[in-house]
């Protein structure tokens, strides 16, 4: 009977510490104060403008408000599936392998979960269905089909609220795109990414940055698509559709007032903690400048 007593207080533990950033539940923001948040931020984000070849120019959208992925019934976590899973699949170097751990600390910062990183799969042999010569480069590419309805659904733990595999492989969606840097699901808690198109990071600390910044961006990017968010078209945002490497550059590490909006209400996540976490990444990894912009939108929803 005390055996039984002692593993129940070990559960409660363990539990209060894989969850150590979220915020008690007396604090959540109700979906009106988080409206009256949004303001505070807007002068942080660029109106959307669209130029020739961007993502809109190509695939025009409606966007989704706030209110919209409220009445949408979105894939949330649950008290049963609540930790993000990043899987590896692939060679990686040392340098690659230290940017896919801070791109666990940097989701966790951005949407307050625990995020486990597992251990690294070799790429298996992918079946000639799932792969072609890129027409233009003629390097292999590998459809997304195969990591998101074949592979990753068969991997995909129990308590995963989200699970995204990282792979160096290029991607493509299907026969009428020349690629994708990732795709994810809105319903089934799967994607992948490819860090094949982000530059060598072992080259010099400006290329490091820039590799940094990419798989952060289209990481968050994907993520939020497994929470069901759809394309951001209001601001220029990181949930806006990515269509080359020119755009993706231009994207904040951020998302726009609405799609913060979002991650507050889905993610029971209290802005000020959300901009004052995120803040404090920027700030351990050298990047002043961001560290400095989210300290700000902290002292914004703070007022
Ligand atoms: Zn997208
Ligand atoms: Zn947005």
Redesign the pocket.
């Known amino acids: 009977m005390k055996k039984f007593f002692l593993l129940i207080l070990c559960l409660a533990f363990w539990g209060g510490c894989s969850t150590d950033n979220s915020i008690p539940k007396s604090q959540h923001p109700s979906v009106e104060e988080i409206s009256q948040l949004k303001t505070k931020v807007e002068p942080f984000?660029k109106p959307m403008q669209i130029q020739p070849y961007d993502w809109l120019a190509t695939f025009p959208e409606n966007?989704q408000t706030y209110e919209e992925y409220i009445n949408s019934s979105p894939t949330l976590p649950t008290p049963q599936r609540n930790t993000i899973y990043i899987q590896p699949i692939g060679e990686f170097s040392e340098t690659q392998k230290k940017v896919l751990q801070l791109t666990a600390d940097y989701m966790k910062a951005f949407y307050n979960l625990p995020v486990r990183m597992i251990q690294i799969k070799p790429l298996s042999e992918v079946p000639r269905e799932f792969q072609r010569k890129n027409p233009q480069d003629k390097q292999i590419q590998i459809k997304t089909a195969y990591f998101l309805d074949k592979l990753l659904p068969k991997l995909l733990p129990d308590d995963a609220a989200a699970f995204i595999c990282f792979t160096n492989y290029d991607l493509y969606p299907d026969e009428s795109m020349n690629f994708v840097f990732g795709q994810a699901t809105l319903q089934e808690r799967v994607g992948a990414w490819s860090l094949w198109r982000f530059g060598n990071p072992d080259k010099d600390q400006k290329e490091y940055k820039l590799f940094l910044e990419r798989t952060l961006k289209v990481a968050m990017h994907e993520t939020g698509h497994m929470f069901t968010?759809h394309h951001?078209?209001?601001?220029e945002?990181?949930?806006?559709g990515v269509n080359h490497l020119g755009e993706l550059s231009r994207r904040p590490v951020d998302?726009?007032?609405?799609?913060?909006a979002?991650i507050a209400w889905g993610m029971k996540y209290q802005p000020t903690e959300r901009y004052r976490n995120l803040s404090n990444f920027w700030q351990k990894e050298g990047f002043e400048h961001l560290s400095k912009e989210f300290s700000e939108k902290e002292k914004a929803v703070s007022k």
């Not at 951001?232 to 601001?235: A, Q, V």
């Open positions: 984000f966007g968010m951001c078209t209001k601001y945002c990181l949930m806006s998302v726009c007032p609405e799609c913060m979002k």
